[in-house]
Every structure is written in C-alpha cells, then in structure tokens.
C-alpha cells in the first residue's frame, strides 16, 4: 500500500525563524510529489516536483524533492503569522494523490 | 466564479438518515474526486472518476455511492449515515491527475 509520512507533525515557531518539513514517501509508479498549505478551510496548491535536485520557489517557500532517498523538503524562511497552517504533502501517480499526515505549523508573533 | 463548488458546508443529520452532498467544477478539468479528512486531518481518497467513468474506488462502505451525471458533477450519496462518518468531505478536481483543486469541504456532524 502507498505510504506518505511528514515530520514534524506539528512545529511551533517565532516570526522570523526558518522551518524545513519533512516528507518521504512510497509510492508505486511514482510520478510526483505535491505540497499543499491548508488553512482553515481547503487546501492549497504550493508546489509539485517531479524532478530530483531541482528547487522550486515561491517567495519565502522553496522545495525540493530526492527520488533517490524518496524524500521531499518545504523549507520556509523568515516565517510569518500567515504562514500558520497545517502542510500536506502528496504522492502522484497515475491513479491518485496519496497524503501524508501534515505537519501543523504555528507561527507566534 | 469559483472553481469547485460543492453544498452543502455544514450537515448536521441524525444517525440511520440519508444524505447527499453535491460538487461541481467549471475547470473543464476531466477528473473529480472525493476525499475524507478526519479529525486529524488526515486526507483519505474515497473515489475518483474520469471523464463520467468510476476509476478508484477505495475500501469505502456501499453506503457510499457516488455519481458523476456529467463530467463537471461529481454528487455523493450517504446511506443509513453512522456516527464514525463525522468528517469534513471534500471534493476536487484535476487535469489528468495532476494538482488538485478542491471545493471548501462539507463539515458533516452525524448526531
């Protein structure tokens, strides 16, 4: 059966540190990984690696993905209160999108 | 003008009833979903459709049926509703499975 586990399940920081989440996977026929930010109603679309050793940013956040290791980093810089949210990461492959557990990020002012 | 739409947010139901709750998405995307984040939220897929046509259909009860009229709706239909299926339910959709959009979930509260 495929299998996503994130660590930490939940981080409490002060604005301005810097988080890295966590997240392997096992997932046959493989296609991606996905990181999805969920505040208080659905979650959200961050990034999607399909590639290893290829960082992908947006703004603070930037990820990348080890298919080697089967792994994957969300680092998140200069953290901010409105980046408080759970941290879902998911394993693509043809069929479906399996989750992990998240990590729940609190971010204190 | 949103995405994925689904109704309704909040069900509050009394054991033993039937319910349905209905999604809708105007992405032209050809793949819907429906997913069950428990009270940890841990996301679990329950079924998934191509194009109108059942592709995953996980180990879910026969009290869940659900039905794709066309391949912008995706409805779920709960049967005789127990008190273990208390969950936020969640539609989503996707571009040959790839990122999934989702709708703003259905909180449902069976008493």
């Known amino acids: 059966e495929d299998k996503v586990v994130q660590s930490p399940l939940s981080l409490v920081v002060h604005e301005g540190d810097t988080v890295t989440l966590n997240c392997s996977y096992e997932?046959?026929?493989?296609?991606?990984l996905l990181w999805y930010k969920q505040e208080k109603k659905a979650p959200t679309f961050l990034f999607m690696l399909?590639?290893?050793?290829i960082e992908k940013k947006s703004g603070r956040l930037s990820s990348i993905l080890d298919k080697k290791e089967l792994f994957s980093i969300l680092n998140i810089t200069a953290t901010q209160t409105g980046d408080s949210a759970v941290y879902l990461c998911?394993?693509?492959?043809?069929?479906?999108?399996?989750f992990g557990d998240g990590t729940t990020l609190t971010v204190k002012p | 003008d949103t995405a994925v739409s689904q109704t309704p947010k909040y069900l509050v139901t009394q054991m033993g009833n039937d319910k349905s709750i209905k999604c809708e998405q105007n992405?032209?995307?050809?793949?819907m979903y429906w997913y069950k984040q428990d009270s940890k939220k841990f996301l679990k897929i329950m079924f998934s459709?191509?194009?109108?046509?059942?592709?995953i259909n996980e180990t879910v009860p026969n009290r869940f049926s659900p039905k794709s009229p066309d391949k912008a709706h995706l409805n779920l239909h709960i049967n005789s509703l127990e008190l273990g299926d208390s969950a936020v339910y969640f539609c989503?959709?996707?571009?040959?499975?790839?990122?999934?959009?989702f709708g703003s979930g259905t909180q449902l509260s069976v008493l």
């Open positions: 989503a959709s996707s571009h040959r499975n790839e990122k999934l959009f």
């Open positions: 997932v046959t026929n493989f296609r991606s």
């Open positions: 399909t590639s290893s050793g």
């Open positions: 998911a394993g693509l492959n043809a069929g479906k999108s399996t």
């Open positions: 992405l032209g995307h050809d793949t």
């Open positions: 459709y191509n194009n109108k046509e059942l592709i």
